[in-house]
Nanobody, 124 residues
Framework: VQLQASGGGLVQAGGSLRLSCADSGRTFRTYAVGWFRQVPGKEREFIAA???????RYADSVKGRFTISRDNGKNTVSLQMNSLKPEDTALYSC???????????????????WGQGTQVTVSS
């Protein structure tokens, strides 16, 4: 599994960005995929995750603004981020959880494979 995150950039508050997490492997569709973010000096924070079957879970801080989705035919998971705020500024990483646990998990320790991250900067 080799995950690659893309789509970050600089955007004004209130704007939108769409992040993508891609993998070339055949097993990607069997994994739950999560998005996490981190700012220097702080712990990695769970943002959203989607299970193999498509069930989703969001952090309270992004609920109603962010939407996670997956396209198994294209081996991609996307994170649509709307109504961005300066506090959303962080390095965003996607990760894959290969376990057979039903649903999604929110701890970074449960995710075995990580992409390199993409920077999101929201200006006020």
């Amino acid at each position: 599994v080799q995950l690659q995150a893309s789509g970050g950039g600089l955007v004004q508050a209130g704007g939108s960005l769409r992040l993508s997490c891609a993998d070339s492997g055949r097993t990607f569709r069997t994994y739950a995929v999560g998005w996490f973010r981190q700012v220097p000096g702080k712990e990695r924070e769970f943002i959203a995750a989607i299970s193999r079957s498509g069930s989703t879970r969001y952090a309270d801080s992004v609920k109603g603004r962010f939407t996670i989705s997956r396209d198994n035919g294209k081996n991609t998971v996307s994170l649509q981020m709307n109504s961005l705020k300066p506090e959303d500024t962080a390095l965003y990483s996607c990760a894959a959880d290969p376990s057979t646990v039903i649903g999604v998990r929110t701890s970074a320790n449960d995710y075995n494979y990580w992409g390199q991250g993409t920077q999101v900067t929201v200006s006020s």
